[in-house]
């Protein structure tokens, strides 16, 4: 069975801050796919990032970053500079195998509040 | 860009009643996927859909539930007789073919209220 675990529940942090947002797995699977998806106020999905098991290299896009350690089992995801339009409700998911089709199985989300 | 669409956005409907939420997958996505997501907890997975037919489904898909693709465009999730707990926002996400996990784009939700 495969578990995500976002323990933090809700950061507040003043603009310009860096934030952490932690994601932890588990999995029984070998091959598996690690995400991150944003949800703004207005409620749709945007997917972020999709990282495969096999590619432990870290990924910066702009003032995101994400650090993949499988040895800890976690996916963390790095705000640098954060700005007020970063609030939004942060959900890290897993999916099995390298076919496409499968279900994406969400932590419960983390829900970032950046104040000015 | 493409994207996924989905109508109505928000929809009230009385306990008993069935109701059909609809979505507009990407036009040259092949996968598709219905998930909900309860007032203020996580997105939960209902049913994946490949080649006509469903491929993955969770506990929450029971028979109460069913999908379809009426045409080359739409795909549907029915809810036969809803319950009050069926109160939720549904999202309909399509991927692409291909041998490696591609990402789910989702569409913007319909809030489905059950009165």
């Known amino acids: 069975a495969q578990k995500v675990t976002q323990a933090q529940t809700e950061i507040s942090v003043v603009e310009k801050e860096d934030v952490t947002l932690d994601c932890v797995y588990e999995?029984?699977?070998?091959?598996?796919?690690l995400f991150w998806y944003k949800q703004p106020p207005s409620g749709e999905l945007v997917f972020l990032i999709r990282?495969?098991?096999?590619?432990?290299q870290n990924e910066i896009s702009g003032r995101y970053s994400w650090n993949f350690q499988k040895s800890t089992s976690s996916f963390n995801f790095t705000i640098t500079a954060s700005q007020v339009v970063d609030s939004a409700v942060y959900f890290c998911?897993?999916?099995?195998?390298?076919?496409?089709?499968?279900?994406?199985?969400f932590g419960k989300g983390t829900s970032l509040l950046v104040t000015p | 860009e493409p994207e996924v669409t989905q109508t109505p956005s928000h929809q009230v409907t009385q306990m008993g009643q069935e109701v059909i939420l609809r979505c507009v997958p990407i036009s040259n996505h092949l996968y598709f996927y219905w998930y909900r997501q309860i007032l203020g907890q996580k997105v939960e997975f209902l049913v994946s859909f490949y080649n006509n037919e469903i491929s993955e489904k969770s506990e929450i898909f029971d028979d109460q539930f069913s999908v379809e693709r009426p045409d080359g465009s739409n795909f549907t999730l029915k809810i036969r007789s809803t319950k009050l707990e069926d109160s939720a926002m549904y999202f309909c996400?399509?991927?692409?073919?291909?041998?490696?996990?591609?990402?789910?784009?989702f569409g913007q939700g319909t809030r489905l209220t059950v009165v």
């Open positions: 998911a897993l999916t099995p195998n390298g076919n496409s089709g499968y279900a994406l199985n």
């Open positions: 996400a399509s991927s692409s073919p291909g041998h490696f996990n591609t990402e789910a784009f």
């Open positions: 999995t029984r699977d070998t091959t598996y796919y």
């Open positions: 990282r495969n098991s096999f590619d432990e």
